[in-house]
């Protein structure tokens, strides 16, 4: 019965757990403001998305204000509502239409940090895992640019520490349920689990949230809810109940259908400028047609029939582009997208370059594969429920983009993002599993040198960080400066 509970997190280092996040907090933010504002005018799709914000803020829906007429467009609106509040609140300029990414990105990294305390009962891992992060290129570049998927990753990334939290609370339900004499064989669900299950629905309103701002957040929904089926049958196994998986599924009868409905509800809400208003493109596709179009249910096939329209734009995008990438370059920075470049000065020298190159801080990606390889080893050789759940995220967020890379899809190694926290934590797992943990009977020596070498690993993956940091934020450098980080020559160019 103790398994059902993993040791307390709010110990006697609870608050300087916060104190050590709020440190990393710090340094996220500073990396992702200082300069924020530069390079100056809408750089890659800001063109499009910092353009659409601005007209949400107008008119209600997506709208071409040069032309003075509806746009349209292939992507939810929750997205853009955001980067839209950055605008409200500063003006429409660069730091205007930047800074509500910013601060997306500084939250993700304070939750990746708390998730990864969770996860590992540890706040040395939790931070450091928030650290790296942090000092990743690839996020802070999303960061600090407006884009739709830090967005989109932040929502899944806050989806999954919910329904972690929701574990641990039923776990702790259970425990309490077992110690006042409940027979988890013969009770249901509502004697050992009381009261609305908050996190779960917390989870689903965030995943609406995700999808509501991209389509791709629909690839995380069946790995999530394996998580939640899966650690609700080990927790009844724990309690001692007979075919767990059987119980666990006849549970996500009685909240399955409610999360899906809190699901659906969050993202028809953020398409209300669109139903509210008159203007939206297909917003009266019925009567354009000479058909009947009834006040709600009208609106509602109208809404329908624009989302077909979308899904046949994404399912036939094929054209060619520059930065265009295949789902197995990613993980090894094979193409990265060159957001902005300038061969103005001044640099001190007499060839300058400044770039904004999304590319990933190369020491910390290219640990990636490495990592994913431990994780499975000891997931399966330890059966942790902790590597599956990361390599769960991993799969959710890469594996479907291989399957429209063989439909020659157009694509670009942003994608990726949503998977970015679940690869930083499979690194942080093989960290925890080199200095092994306190309390054990693993001798003092050998967690002195793992801890030595993670130390190393994270300072050596600081030191690259800056060394790339010029091109991450556009800061114009002599052009010699600037080959000499292109490691992969033409593929980075």
């Not at 006697?12 to 916060?18: D, V």
């Not at 830090?150 to 939290?165: D, E």
């Not at 009685?254 to 208003?277: D, E, K, Q």
Request: proline residues 5%; charged residues 15%.
């Amino acid at each position: 019965m103790r398994r059902l509970v993993a040791p307390p997190n709010r110990g006697p280092g609870y608050w300087w757990s916060w104190a050590a996040t709020a440190g990393v907090a710090a340094i996220a933010a500073v990396v992702r403001l200082v300069g924020l504002a530069e390079p100056k005018g809408k750089i890659f799709d800001e063109v499009y998305y910092a353009t659409e914000a601005w007209a949400l803020l107008q008119r209600g829906v997506e709208w071409d204000l040069e032309k003075d007429e509806v746009k349209y467009v292939v992507h939810p609106p929750l997205g853009k509502w955001l980067i839209a509040l950055g605008e409200k609140a500063f003006g429409y300029d660069e730091f205007g239409w930047r800074i509500s990414a910013a601060v997306a990105g500084i939250v993700s990294v304070v939750l990746l940090a708390r998730i990864g305390r969770r996860l590992f009962r540890s706040t040395v891992l939790g931070c450091a895992a928030g650290l790296l992060m942090a000092l990743d290129g690839f996020h802070m570049v999303l960061s600090r640019v407006a884009l739709l998927d830090i967005f989109l990753m932040l929502f899944l990334l806050a989806a999954f520490g919910a329904l972690l939290r929701d574990r641990d609370a039923r776990r702790g339900q259970w425990l309490a349920a077992l110690a006042s004499g409940v027979d988890a064989e013969r009770s249901g669900p509502a004697r050992g689990l009381r009261g609305v299950p908050w996190w779960r629905l917390l989870a689903a309103v965030l995943l609406g949230a995700a999808l509501a701002v991209k389509w791709s957040a629909l690839f995380f929904v069946p790995a999530l809810l394996v998580m939640v089926l899966w650690w609700d049958a080990a927790t009844y196994r724990t309690a001692g109940a007979t075919r767990p998986w059987r119980r666990a599924l006849r549970d996500g009868l009685i909240w399955l259908p409610l999360c899906g409905l809190v699901v659906f509800a969050v993202y028809l809400a953020s398409w209300s400028g669109w139903l509210l208003s008159d203007d939206g493109y297909y917003r009266h596709w019925l009567a354009s047609e000479g058909r009947s179009e009834p006040a709600v249910v009208g609106a509602l096939q109208n809404l329908l029939h624009y989302h077909q329209e979308a899904l046949n734009f994404h399912s036939g995008l094929s054209s060619k582009h520059t930065y265009q990438s295949w789902p197995w370059q990613w993980l090894l920075l094979g193409r990265p997208v060159a957001f902005y470049w300038s061969g103005d000065g001044p640099c001190g020298a007499a060839s300058c370059a400044a770039e904004v190159l999304l590319l990933g801080t190369p020491l910390l990606w290219w640990s990636f594969l490495p990592a994913l390889g431990a994780l499975t080893w000891l997931g399966v050789a330890r059966r942790d429920w902790r590597a599956g759940a990361i390599g769960l995220g991993v799969a959710a967020g890469l594996l479907p983009w291989f399957y429209y890379a063989f439909q020659s899809r157009t694509m670009f190694s942003f994608y990726a993002l949503p998977s970015l926290p679940f690869l930083v934590l499979a690194v942080c797992y093989v960290i925890g599993a080199l200095i092994g943990r306190a309390g054990t009977d693993e001798a003092p020596a050998r967690r002195r040198v793992g801890a030595v070498v993670a130390g190393a690993y994270v300072l050596a993956v600081a030191v690259c960080f800056a060394w790339y940091y010029p091109v991450f934020v556009g800061t114009p450098i002599p052009y010699e400066d600037w080959q000499l980080r292109m490691l992969l020559g033409d593929r980075w160019v």
